[in-house]
Structures are given as C-alpha cells and as structure tokens.
C-alpha cells in the first residue's frame, strides 16, 4: 500500500497557499471590531501559547526528541524580558534576548541530555527544568520565590501586545514552515525516524539536535518574555513550573505532533480550553488534561489535525466506502511508541 | 585494498565480517590498530564524516526511515552525502535518478516501511549510492533475496564498480561472491585465513578446512 498520494487541483493548492495569509490578515483586524478587553486579552494569550506550541514541536514533532524541560526556555525568557525592560531597555530589544539566553541555555542543557536518547533524554529534561526552577526560587536578583514585578515607563496599551504576540506567531509558523520543508528540516526528519541510519547518510545527529533545540528554545523564550510584558508580574512556580512543560507538550500533541498546524491547532485549542477548564472547573482541569492526553492517544495519534485530516478525505470521495483504512501520518507513532525502542 | 574492485569477504558466523564493516564505517572503534583511506588515518571517525570522505554502508538488517517514501528516505542521502546537494527540487531530480540506476523508480512515492524486502534492499543500496561513496560497504546486500533477485542485485553491483565505484561486499552466499568479485578474502574468528582471487579460494586447503570442519554447513563447503 503506498501513501494516499495527496495531489491537489491547482484551485486547492492556491487556497491552502492564500488560508495562511487571509486569516493572518482577520487577525490583524480583528482589534478593530470592536472586541471586549477580555477577548483580545484571550487571543493574545493563544498568541503565545501557539508561538511556544510551535517551537516544542520543531524539537519534539520534526525531530522526535520529548522534552518535559520546555519551561526552563520560557520563564529564562520571561525573566530576561523582565529584568531589562524594568531596567528601561527597548521591550523588543528585550525579546530579541529573551530569545537568545534561552537559546544559549539550551546548547549547555544539550550538551550532556543528547548523549541520551529516547525516554531517557525525556527523564532528564525534567531533571533540569526542576533544578532551574529551584535555582529561580532561590535566586536574590530576581525576587525568589516571590516573584518579579515589572515597572515599565510606558502607557500600557493592549492593541500593542495583541499585534506584538501576532506578530510573533506569525514569525514562529513561518520558521516552521521554513525549516520543515528545507534541506535542514529532512535531516530532522531522518534523525526522528533512525538516528544511526541518518549517520550513515552524513547528517551528524549530535548537531542538528542542539541546533534545532536552540531554534525552539529561542522561540519558546520570546513567547515567555512577551507574556512577561503584559503580565507585568511573573514568578518561579508560574513560568517555570513543572505544568508549564506540560502544558507546552500537550498543545501539539493535542493538535497533531510533527505537523505545523497541528501545533498551531492545538495552541488555539488549548488557550481557549484552557480559559474555561480554569475558570469553571478550578479543582480539576489538571485532571481534565490528563484524560484528554489519554483519549488523543488511544483514539487519534495524529491530534486533531489527523482527524481533520481524515474528515476531510472522507468527503472529499465520499463513494469509497470503509475499504480506505486511513493509514494516518505515523509521525505519532514514532513518537508515542518508537521513543523508547531507540 | 585495490580500487574499482569488488572485493569480496567470506567466513562462518562470528568471523568478523560486519564487525570489519562497522569500524571501517565508524559504527564501531576498534580496539587496537588502524583504519586508513587513501593513507589518510580516519580511525575513529563518525560515521557522518566518513560519508563525507566517500565511504558508505548498506546494512545487513535494512533500517529505511519507515515513515518516509521511498524518494524521500534517498533525498536524505543526495542532501547530506559528498554531493551536499541544499536546494529540495535538485536533491529530488538526483534522488530518482539514483533510483531509476537500481529499478525501484516506479515505488518513489510508496512508503519504505510498505515494499518488499528485496526492494528495501534496494532502498539500503540506493541511499548509500545516492551519498556518491568512493568505497562502498555492502553487508549481506542479497541476504534473504530470491535466486532471480541475486542475480539482478550483483549484476547491480557490477554496473556501480563499473562506474568508478569499489566495493568491498559481505556475503554468506558463496556461490555470489565467486560470481562477483574480482578478489576474496576469508575470516575466520577475526583472522585474516586466506586472501586471493575466487579460484585461489575455492581451491585453498585451510579455507575448505574451515567450513567443513563446522558443523551445519555442509552446503557452504559444498560450494566452496
């Protein structure tokens, strides 16, 4: 059986290319319309969460490498925008490093963890995420444990963090996109699937994977230094919590893993399901994520983009009756079951 | 080690075979000794930058990248081999010419966990081919093969040393390596036993000696 070779008519391949840009350019006028505080406030946080739902899945999706540490990026990258924009430095020249020290932080995290593979890099990542939370804890600079408040001389104006975080998930789909379909984002794709095959080809997995770590890690910094800004108060157990991780893994793995909507997808998703998990049920959203996870797993590996995905081809030849068995995007499985196998 | 050859390596199980091919491909480090190309030193280097250098492998046990096509698992080969080709579309072009040179052209766009073994042997050969390898390793390329799908694999091999390409070739399969090779040597228990063209082999005391001093494989030294 070979892939359901998937050739679009030139009208379709016109309107995947414009998708894209349209609902870029409802987004940026969106604000106009008029929206209440809350709204734009909630679409500023899927912003971010896209922006870091992306980044993860260039390390976890393309590459095949499960981080439980993604927290360590976001709050380094929180406290950097912080820290210098409570200092009067530019706030973008502040995210600019918000996503460099993270970026520099993830080459000295990978240095020793991508010796490991598999789960055991998983382990590990926890390891670090949870030391660099202690540290933040415990660190005189940034307030401990309770917390940094940011003062910065500037009128504070929504609009301007809305197209601030769009901006930024633009930028991050875009990257995405770039990497996936260059000669780079193959040799990812080769490591996820047989790191010792794709050594025997001539990509040096060692390398690709502390570069690609550093791209997420960057992006995933820039999206916690955004959020620091509209904050305005940001503290260890928040942007460095153990959950932050969590819930930076469970937003393309929701969405579709190894896929650039998917993550974008399950950003979307997970920021307005997340809005009213919290607000309604309080006690137990934790647990509401935890099913959910099992669900996707068991049901549908490839997220709701797979189940789109295959939604889509059912209508699309609706003659063809159960004899179609969707073989699905096996992007999942190495993930979910070839992770421990290596 | 002479160029543009095949040359073949025998011996019983556990003689070695692809524990040489994997140091030589930097699988493995070896213990003592060392591994030279062209009098360049390369012992220890990782596999990657042997590829570079122009040594690739097939693998005993194929490993394709499962999830990807057939032209995809080789567009790896084209971007990140000697050729070090950077733009996808040219990487694509070089890919199924690669695949057209071993006959696996019309399965490009199925996926490599979903063809035959005899093809995913193919695939193993393709990728390998498509790093553009001045030294080519073939570990056991046939293993598992029909007799028909032998002969159109050596006949393969015949085609890429006449290209300009040497090939240093494990096989159990007697009767292959004596059709093929231009020379042969035999292991055994990490040993160099002997070392000569197919007809020396065939007619060498202590190689006889080996294989039929073993037991179950009778029909190897039958052949031999």
Redesign the interface.
């Known amino acids: 059986?070979?892939?359901a070779?998937f050739a679009p008519s030139p009208l379709e391949a016109r309107i995947r290319v414009l998708l894209p840009w349209l609902l870029l350019g409802v987004l940026a006028l969106l604000p106009t319309a008029g929206l209440t505080p809350n709204i734009i406030r909630l679409l500023f946080i899927t912003f971010v969460w896209v922006t870091t739902s992306l980044g993860w899945n260039l390390l976890g999706g393309l590459t095949g490498q499960v981080s439980f540490g993604f927290a360590v990026f976001y709050g380094l990258g929180a406290y950097t925008a912080a820290l210098m924009i409570d200092r009067g430095v530019n706030p973008y020249l502040s995210f600019l490093a918000a996503g460099l020290i993270p970026a520099l932080a993830s080459v000295f995290i990978g240095l020793p963890t991508f010796r490991l593979r598999g789960p055991y890099f998983a382990i590990a990542t926890i390891g670090v995420s949870e030391a660099t939370r202690v540290i933040m804890n415990n660190l005189a600079i940034t307030g401990g444990a309770s917390g940094f408040r940011i003062m910065e001389h500037r009128l504070f104006r929504q609009v301007e963090h809305y197209y601030t975080a769009l901006g930024m998930a633009a930028l991050a789909v875009a990257a995405s996109l770039l990497i996936m379909?260059?000669?780079f984002g193959?040799?990812l794709?080769?490591i996820k699937?047989?790191e010792?095959?794709?050594?025997?080809?001539?990509?040096?997995?060692y390398a690709y994977k502390l570069t690609i770590h550093a791209v997420a890690a960057a992006f995933t910094g820039i999206a916690g230094g955004v959020f620091a800004r509209y904050a305005a108060f940001i503290y260890p157990q928040g942007v460095f919590a153990f959950q932050t991780s969590v819930y930076i893994l469970l937003m393309p793995v929701i969405g579709g893993i190894g896929t650039v909507w998917g993550a974008v997808l399950g950003g979307v998703v997970f920021g307005i399901v997340e809005e009213q998990l919290v607000a309604n049920f309080p006690q137990i959203h934790l647990l509401l994520y935890g099913a959910l996870l099992i669900l996707i797993i068991l049901l549908e590996p490839d997220g709701l983009a797979g189940m789109l995905g295959k939604l889509f081809r059912r209508l699309r030849r609706p003659k063809r009756k159960n004899g179609n068995a969707d073989?699905g995007?096996?992007?999942a499985?190495?993930v979910f079951r070839g992770a421990g196998s290596s | 080690m002479p160029e543009q050859h095949i040359y073949g390596f025998i011996g019983p199980n556990g003689a070695g075979k692809t524990t040489l091919f994997s140091m030589i491909?930097g699988?493995l480090q070896p213990s003592a000794g060392h591994i030279r190309s062209r009098g360049k030193d390369v012992t220890g280097s990782?596999?990657?930058?042997l590829?570079?250098s122009g040594i690739?492998?097939t693998?005993q046990i194929v490993?394709?990248?499962?999830?990807?096509?057939v032209l995809?698992n080789v567009?790896?080969?084209s971007?990140?081999?000697?050729k070090?080709?950077?733009?996808?579309a040219a990487?694509c072009d070089y890919a199924r010419q690669v695949l057209a040179r071993v006959g696996l052209a019309h399965?490009a766009?199925?996926?490599a966990?979903?063809i035959s073994l005899g093809d995913q042997k193919r695939l193993e050969l393709a990728?390998?081919l498509?790093?553009d390898p001045e030294l080519l390793l073939c570990d056991e390329i046939c293993g598992g093969l029909s007799p028909t799908e032998t002969r159109t694999m050596l006949d393969l091999l015949r085609r890429i040393r006449q290209q300009g390409t040497t090939i240093m070739y494990v096989e159990h399969d007697v009767k292959a390596i004596m059709a093929v090779c231009d020379r042969v040597m035999v292991l055994n228990y990490g040993q160099k036993l002997a070392e000569g063209n197919p007809y020396e082999i065939q007619n060498d005391p202590s190689v006889i000696e080996a294989y039929l001093g073993k037991a179950g494989s009778q029909k190897k030294g039958r052949v031999a």
Do not use: W
């Open positions: 059986m070979s892939t070779v379909h260059s000669k193959m040799g794709k080769a699937q047989d010792d095959a794709a050594a025997d080809l001539g990509v040096n997995p073989p995007s096996r992007e499985d190495e | 491909a699988a990782p596999p990657y930058s590829v570079k690739a492998r693998h490993c394709p990248f499962r999830a990807m096509t995809e567009q790896v080969a971007h990140f081999g000697r070090s080709i950077t733009r996808t990487a399965r766009d199925a996926l966990a979903n990728r390998a498509a790093t």
